[in-house]
């Protein structure tokens, strides 16, 4: 089992900042991929940024240039770094993780998510 805790959420004025950020852990051979996803009231729920063990990075063309995901990968955790909010930015934020539990196991986990809430 791996298990993610997610932090960082809030509530925050348009244009504000927020960091999000979301440790896994439990019995963990490797870590592939890890990112955020988000969903807002009656929406799907929309990758937001990925980012991979080498460090190659994916974004919503919602969020560019004002999101930055980056990953500590000794500590297992990836960082969502929100800047110049929009209240369209407002939503449950997930975080995942895909990888492997051993040589032959693969995983996919969810975080519980955490609100995100920008007022205008």
């Known amino acids: 089992q791996v298990q993610l805790v997610e932090s960082g959420g809030g509530l925050v004025q348009t244009g504000g900042s927020l960091r999000l950020s979301c440790a896994a852990s439990?019995?963990?051979?490797?870590?592939?991929?890890m990112g955020w996803y988000r969903q807002a009231p009656g929406k799907q729920r929309e990758l937001v940024a990925a980012?991979?063990?080498?460090?190659?990075?994916n974004y919503a063309d919602s969020v560019k240039g004002r999101f930055a995901i980056s990953r500590d990968n000794a500590k297992n955790t990836v960082y969502l770094q929100m800047s110049c909010l929009k209240p369209e930015d407002t939503a449950v934020y997930y975080c995942?993780?895909?990888?492997?539990?051993?040589?032959?196991?693969?995983?996919?986990?969810w975080g519980q998510g955490t609100q995100v809430t920008v007022s205008s």
């Open positions: 439990g019995s963990i051979f490797s870590i592939n991929a």
């Open positions: 995942y993780a895909e990888g492997r539990l051993s040589i032959h196991r693969d995983f996919g986990s």
């Open positions: 980012i991979t063990s080498g460090s190659s990075t």
